[in-house]
């Protein structure tokens, strides 16, 4: 028996002290929560403690499983109402709506307006969309949709505030007689009462539709202090080419615009390098007092008015300073152009009944001044050379000077007192460019290396692209009669000389 007692006691001891069993029993015990609250508060405040922790845990569990589901029932609430503020709008009946706006729209512009649809939104804030507008009997104003925004704090007030977002509006040439009135007008529409207040107006993507400008997309800011005080206009071309700034003072308007990189949208495609222009808006008047431009190395400035009180008026005066002209002479013939550099300056003006044409029925006067040029596709050296019936094209004359006066009746060019100097010759004449390109005129050559050929008289006919420059017929039969009477050399030069008289007094009597 003591044997016995004496192995259990030596086993019990070896679990107590070596087994690893042992050990991981000791210590679940040693780190139980039950073991640690009975021996740190005791059995009965322990007992307590755990009871409360596992109530908490239980209602934990409780709240969390009824927050989950109030929180679906919330979710399909809110779900529903978002359908329900997105169909909503549909529903509602805008017919007479959209003939009242049709009709007062019309009163107050003056030309028929029409409109193809209008609901309302309420997300992502209520506003009223209206699609498809057309304004003028031949549509001169479309626009895609404009949104209707009203501030928040003003919808339950008498005076309502809104936004306007105007989408993709497309201008013909026509709606300037449209804005025109509006204009006039705008003394008229600014004392009209009403209970609605424009806070702001932005534009996207304007695009004019006139087929002689190529114009880029603008976007619009316009902003309006209270009663519809306009503030300013800013104007931005989206390919960065021009921005325009218009802000009231007083009654008048001042507008300031630049540019750069610029096609001038008006007449020849000109490339502008750098534009400034300060102008004043008042009523029915455009002045135009600071024109201030930076092209092909040289300089443009003047000034100008346009009018529009009954008939359309435009005036102004302009001066080219040091202009390289070979790339813009090529833009009007590229067979036939001149370089060098251009001082000009003149007088323009015009009126009509419609804008568009104003540049049709333009008069203008200027004095110009090529100096040290050259005349590309023709040599008049040769051509005064060449006494034979027959046109002389290519070549280039070197001029140390060309100057004259350029006369503009509407669509006809008139290039008169001409004068041309080198060291090879020297000559005056006149030309006649017609509204359809057609050339007619006569220019007299005086060789300086030539004692026999003192003058030539050269008509000039053809087109800016193909012109036809020789010895006028009179020129030529009086050569053949003077060498066939007196012989060549001075006989042809006298016959030449006469022939040159009798072609000026033609020419004469032609003018009267």
Known sequence: MAGKEKATNISVSGLAS???????????????????????????????????????????????????????????????????????????????????????????????????????????????????????????????????????????????????????????????????????????????????????????????????????LINLNVNFKNANVLKSV??????????????PKSEEYLISMLAKNWISPVGLPVLIDSAKFEMILKDSR???????????????????????EKDWRMSGKLKLDNVSIKKPSRLVSKTVYFSGNLFSSGD????????SALVDNIRADFKFNVNSGVLNGIDLVKVASILIKQGHSGGETEFDELSGLLNVVGKQYNLRN????????????QVKIKANEQLDGNVEIKLKHSASLIAIPLNVSGTLNNPVVLPSKIALAGALAGTAILGPGVGTSLGIKAGGV?????????NN
């Open 18 to 216: 070596g087994s690893s069993t042992w050990a991981r029993t000791r210590d679940t015990w040693i780190n139980s929560p039950l073991l640690y609250q009975l021996s740190y508060r005791g059995i009965d405040e322990g007992a307590i403690v755990i009871a409360k922790r596992i109530l908490v845990n239980h209602y934990a569990t409780y709240f969390r499983v009824n927050l989950m589901l109030k929180s679906k029932k919330i979710v399909i609430w809110l779900s529903a109402l978002i359908s329900l503020l997105i169909i909503l709008p549909f529903l509602i009946p805008t017919q007479s709506y959209l003939n009242e706006a049709e009709r007062v729209a019309s009163d107050k512009i003056g030309v028929p307006v029409t409109i193809a649809s209008i609901h309302w939104s309420l997300l992502p804030s209520p506003r009223v969309v209206v699609e498809g507008i057309t304004v003028g009997k031949l549509q001169e104003i479309k626009v895609a949709n404009i949104v209707v925004i009203p501030t928040l704090s003003s919808l339950f007030s008498s005076t309502k505030v809104l936004d306007l977002r105007v989408n993709k509006p497309i201008i013909k040439q026509g709606a300037i007689v449209i804005a025109s009135t509006l204009f006039s007008k705008n003394s008229e529409l600014s004392r009209d009462t009403t209970a609605i207040n424009i806070h702001n107006i932005q534009v996207e993507a304007l695009q004019f539709d006139w087929p002689a400008n190529k114009l880029p």
């Open 234 to 247: 800013t104007i931005n071309a989206e390919d960065g080419t021009f921005k325009a700034v218009i802000s």
């Open 286 to 308: 455009l002045d135009i007092p600071i024109v201030d431009v930076a092209l092909y190395d040289g300089k443009l400035t003047g000034n100008a008015k346009i009018s529009w």
């Open 348 to 355: 323009f003006s015009s009126s009509a009944k419609e804008p």
């Open 418 to 429: 001409l004068k041309i100097s080198s060291g090879l010759l020297s000559g005056t004449g």
């Open 502 to 510: 009798i072609n000026k007094f033609k020419g004469l009597f032609q």
